[in-house]
């Protein structure tokens, strides 16, 4: 049976709720000249790739489908998740079912970061070539998980979660009578999510019939709506992870792993995460741990899931078992403040650089030599320790 998020899913422009400036205000309008960019863009027919990057349940997949479906294009669904190159292949080598002159075929690639290196390799000839335009949804930065080429092919376009007055329009298209209580309760468990909002209204009718606060609590036990990716248990359980690290705890580590793995978190997310450790907390005390970590995050890069797990898995017991300094990072933290509250302090002459004749004349560079033991810091800083003795 097809979803209710499904059913009242929007067809056109004017039915979507949300994101206004990207859809907002069509040309014939009071707001004139102020138009969203997918909005002219369909208005003048304008074909071309695009990544939609923003949080679940927004209307990533609606605008894509509204965006193709406007623009007459022959739209292919894919899920990076479980797609690969054969799949892309059967696209490209597809009939058109009208004629070629009216119409290019469209990639809408789903989860766009999970499609390691060598899968955005292989796509991109057919996107540079315009054999394929390629729409991508993500809910990661793109800037670190899409290859710079392809990229820089595509206009990115930023996604906000719903404000609550969306959605409230949006529960109410469902059709199914809640009690305000209720709808408010909703409004802010969702956290902007439509998605989830719908599915749990209309799990909640299926299981108990009458909608209550009560019975919207109750249908709320799914094990991955609870480690909602951008909700509380979502960072409560980061948090565990690397805090159990930090403690050499390498058994709750472990099974904090366990648990974002098993809830579908993006496994470079995880391994992000052991980099920055590796750096921030193992540091100066073992300087292999951060190659470790860098060594585990293109494994799963390669690899993907569910083997990957494993990758991640040997490097998170590895990260554990190392001794910690955090010397490295509260130096730096600490020079951070000092820029922020001295600003650009002037650099010493001796240590400027000397290109010129002119900065010659002006003694930059004047004094200078190797392996000196005058400190090089701004006069004002002379003196300052940032990276302490062990």
Same mark, same amino acid.
């Given at each position: 049976m097809e979803p209710l998020a499904s059913k009242i899913r929007p067809q056109t422009l004017d039915e979507f709720v949300g994101q206004e400036h990207l859809v907002g205000s069509s040309s014939h309008k009071a707001m004139k000249g102020k138009a969203g960019p997918l909005r002219v863009a369909i208005e003048r027919q304008h074909l071309f790739s695009f990544i939609?990057?923003?949080?679940?349940?927004?209307?990533?997949t609606t605008l894509a489908r509204i965006y193709a479906r406007a623009l007459g294009a022959d739209m292919h669904?894919?899920?990076?998740?479980?797609?690969?190159?054969? %799949?892309?292949?059967?696209?490209?080598?597809?009939?058109?079912?009208?004629?070629?002159?009216?119409?290019?075929?469209?990639?809408?690639? %789903?989860?766009?970061?999970?499609?390691?290196?060598?899968?955005?390799?292989?796509?991109?000839?057919?996107?540079?070539?315009?054999?394929?335009?390629?729409?991508?949804?993500?809910t990661e930065n793109p800037s670190f998980e899409v290859i710079a080429p392809l990229l820089s092919r595509?206009?990115?376009?930023?996604?906000?979660?719903?404000?609550?007055a969306e959605m409230t329009l949006i529960i109410g298209r469902t059709k199914i009578k809640i009690p305000k209580v209720a709808q408010d309760w909703l409004v802010a468990m969702a956290g902007g999510d439509a998605r989830q909002a719908i599915t749990?209204?209309?799990?909640?009718?299926?299981?108990?019939?009458?909608?209550?606060?009560?019975?919207?609590k109750d249908t709320l036990q799914s094990k991955h709506l609870r480690y909602d990716k951008k909700g509380e248990e979502h960072y409560n359980v980061i948090s565990a992870f690397i805090k159990s690290m930090r403690a050499g705890q390498a058994d709750a580590a472990l099974y904090y792993l366990a648990r974002m793995v098993d809830a579908g978190e993006d496994p470079k997310f995880i391994a992000r995460r052991m980099v920055i450790f590796a750096s921030e907390d193992i540091g100066l005390a073992n300087p292999t741990a951060l190659v470790v970590a860098n060594d585990v995050f293109r494994a799963v890069e390669t690899i993907g899931y569910p083997e990957c797990a494993i990758n991640l898995a040997h490097g998170v017991a590895y990260l554990c078992g190392q001794k910690k300094d955090r010397r490295a990072y509260n130096a730096f933290m600490t020079a951070i403040e000092d820029v922020k509250q001295h600003g650009n302090l002037p650099v010493p002459l001796k240590i400027r650089n000397a290109p010129t004749k002119l900065t010659k004349e002006l003694e930059y560079g004047k004094g200078y030599e190797k392996y000196d033991t005058e400190s090089y810091l701004p006069e004002k800083l002379k003196g300052k320790k940032y990276l302490r003795e062990q």
């Open positions: 939609l990057w923003g949080p679940p349940g927004v209307g990533k669904e894919l899920s990076a998740v479980s797609a690969g190159k054969e %799949d892309i292949k059967k696209i490209l080598n597809s009939p058109l079912g009208r004629p070629v002159s009216k119409l290019r075929k469209v990639l809408f690639l %789903d989860e766009i970061h999970r499609f390691n290196k060598a899968q955005q390799d292989y796509l991109l000839p057919t996107v540079e070539s315009g054999e394929l335009t390629l729409i991508g949804a993500t595509c206009r990115v376009f930023v996604l906000e979660a719903l404000k609550d749990i209204l209309e799990n909640a009718q299926k299981l108990y019939g009458v909608i209550t606060l009560e019975s919207l």
